[in-house]
């Protein structure tokens, strides 16, 4: 098949949307990404990268637009990659969202797929302003310091004043600590020379109670200027009650290295999900939109149906939110979870409820499920919630060989999902289906599967 060569001007028409956001058109029956454009648009696109069985362009014309084009609210979108939805209105959205869990569906084509049960997507009430954790970058700009996310496609940092899609208080905590980071000629850290100490802030907000966790990721132990940036910092936001400082020497992808050590106040900070009261610490799990967050926990419980005397595993558990969500509703609850942090945390957090028939073990799944099932502790409902990774080979083989009688999955990567279900697809039957829009304005989307054995 012949490639179309670069920097060729073509027109298209946009059919639908990628993984990733991008539009998707044909031309000389070849498939074209174009970042920008949306499906029912007709664009004018320079190519910029030709393979033999794809191209993609760059967006320099729209001849007719879509109907269900918006206009972006963030001025740096279009460099910023955090976001890659904000030109689609949000009805539209959440269509997306489906379709996306229907795409991956289609490649991977687990067993029966084209009968599968899908519901529409929940979509979220507000779509601005709802991200509970920020994790922003650190450079510098003409000598000066910088917060904010990289550019798509890149480790340029785009500064940014106001996220649109993070709550209103971690942004402002994040403005003041880039002034005082200024103000006392912090020394920030510099990727290619890998110089410097200041490599990023994480900053978490608590939904119920108005707490705020910080956290200063350095490249060294030393923390210059430490005690008047921490008063400075305290003194403009008194909700700031846990401080602390992680120190990861490596050149790596990894957001945390290994050592933490706190600086002022506490370890923890504490918020609610429905009743249930929930400490946790800078490096443990938690959903990062509050509101959607219950929405997805409700419907985790409707679809297992919980009964007085099951046992459920909560695998990938982080804080146990998911299990003690689900305690009063079955007899034992127990789980698992690599970051013996979160474990503490979970432990904590069932005492703190007064929850005594929930217990949390560090270990993967892949190894403490099997232990568990030999010993006879094979779940009625276990609830799988893993990383964008999807479930370890060994777990999978785990699942087929000591099944549970319901399953709950949910996934926050649609293609590992689908990936997943072609192999659970052997023992299991899958019930029903359900994206939750857990990141608005991205190409992101949250599932629920609920899997169950054949009668």
């Known amino acids: 098949m012949p490639q179309l060569p670069n920097e060729k001007i ?22 074209v990404f174009v970042e920008g454009a949306l499906p029912k648009e007709r664009v004018q696109a320079q190519i910029i990268e030709s393979k033999p069985r794809y191209a993609v362009a760059r ?18 979108y279009d460099v910023c990659g955090g976001c ?36 529409p997507a929940i979509a979220a009430e507000d779509p601005w302003f709802y991200r509970n954790k920020a994790q922003f970058q650190l450079a510098e700009l003409a000598q000066q310091p910088i917060l904010g996310l990289y550019a798509r496609h890149s480790h340029d940092v785009v500064p940014i004043e106001t996220c649109f899609v993070q709550e209103p208080e971690t942004n402002e905590v994040l403005q003041t600590i880039r002034a005082l980071l200024e103000k006392y000629h912090a020394p920030i850290y510099e990727e290619k020379t890998n110089s410097g100490i200041f ?19 350095t490249n060294s132990k030393k923390f210059p200027a430490k005690k008047a940036i921490l008063a400075a910092l305290q003194d403009a936001h008194p909700e700031v009650v846990s401080i602390l400082q992680n120190y990861q020497p490596e050149k790596t992808s990894l957001i945390f290295g290994k050592e933490t050590t706190l600086l ?10 429905g009743t249930t009261i929930f400490e946790f610490s800078a490096r443990a799990f938690l959903q990062l939109n509050p509101a959607q967050t219950l929405r997805l926990y409700e419907r985790i419980r409707e679809l297992a149906a919980p009964q007085p005397d099951d046992l459920l595993i909560d695998a990938y558990c982080g804080v146990g939110t998911i299990g003690l969500f689900m305690a009063p509703f079955v007899k034992k609850v127990i789980g698992m ?33 099997p232990e568990w099932s030999q010993e006879g502790s094979t779940p009625d409902i276990l609830i799988v919630d893993p990383p964008r990774v999807g479930l370890a080979p060994e777990l999978l083989q785990s699942l087929l060989a000591f099944p549970p009688k319901r399953l709950i ?4 990567n649609v293609s590992t999902l689908a990936k997943d279900l072609a192999i659970l697809t052997k023992k299991y ?27």
């Open 337 to 369: 979870d690599t970051i013996k942090e979160g474990i503490a945390d979970a432990n904590q957090n069932a005492a703190n409820n007064q929850i005594d028939n929930a217990a949390f073990f560090v270990g993967a799944a892949e190894t403490l499920l």
């Open 199 to 217: 490599k990023r802030v994480i900053v978490r907000t608590s939904l119920h109670y108005s707490e705020v966790q910080v956290v200063f990721v």
């Open 84 to 119: 890659q939805l904000q030109h689609l209105d949000y009805p539209a959205q959440v269509r997306y969202k489906d379709d996306l869990l229907q795409q991956a569906l289609k490649k991977y084509q687990p067993k029966g797929y084209q009968n599968y049960r899908i519901l």
């Open 10 to 31: 073509i027109t298209l028409a946009i059919k639908r949307l990628g993984i990733n956001g991008e539009g998707i058109g044909y031309f000389q029956n070849i498939v």
């Open 429 to 455: 039957h899958v019930d029903v289906l359900q994206s939750i829009d857990m990141f608005p304005q991205t190409a992101r989307t949250e599932a629920i599967v609920k899997l169950s054995l054949p009668a």
């Open 409 to 412: 999955y949910v996934s926050c």
């Open 59 to 76: 967006l320099i014309k729209i001849i007719k637009a879509s109907s269900e084009r918006a206009a972006p609210r963030c001025p740096v």
């Open 264 to 273: 002022a106040g506490k370890e923890t900070i504490q918020d609610k999900i």
